[in-house]
């Protein structure tokens, strides 16, 4: 004798869970660390591109719109040391290493979407202009704090030197 399925648990309108759709407004970003190119990639660069490839390919199947990325980190003393060790520059030693970190993804199985490398100048651009807004947003709402504290009486605390 077969063994009845087991019960789901409905929401409050008495549907299932697991047919339950959230609408999303934003695509689903999903993606490893960006990996630092100061040595080979081991079983740790592995393990977490398929971790990420697993939560990609499963909100796919739900039919969210993904974009998975993968890449390198090419910026750091370690990489600069590594590099030094080798005799190369370090964009010398990323260019080499790049290659070997394109090639688990490769070899896992990943269908990431886009490689990314923090030396590409579009990365660089990006980033620098993200600062930028960021700073010109706490630059307009340091202003408009002061500006709605300026016209009250301030209460004024003796100033403390340590």
């Not at 990489?79 to 030693?93: I, M, N, S």
């Not at 490689?115 to 340091?142: G, L, M, N």
């Amino acid at each position: 004798m077969a063994t009845p399925p087991p019960q789901q648990r409905a929401d409050q309108s008495g549907v299932p869970r697991s047919s339950v759709r959230i609408p999303r407004q934003w695509p689903v970003s999903t993606s490893p660390p960006l990996y630092y190119v100061n040595d080979v990639p081991h079983i740790g660069h592995a393990y977490t591109t398929t971790a990420a490839d697993v939560a990609a390919r499963f909100h796919r199947q739900l039919g969210d719109d993904v974009f998975f990325l993968t890449g390198t980190d090419e910026h750091g003393t370690k990489v600069e040391q590594a590099a030094a060790a080798r005799g190369l520059t370090p964009k010398e030693h990323a260019d080499e290493m790049v290659v070997k970190f394109k090639d688990v993804a490769r070899r896992v199985g990943a269908g990431n979407d886009f490689f990314i490398r923090t030396t590409d100048p579009q990365h660089e651009k990006y980033v620098q202009d993200f600062v930028q807004r960021c700073y010109d947003a706490a630059t307009s709402i340091r202003a408009r704090i002061q500006a709605s504290i300026a016209p009250r009486v301030r209460p004024t605390a003796p100033r403390r030197t340590w």
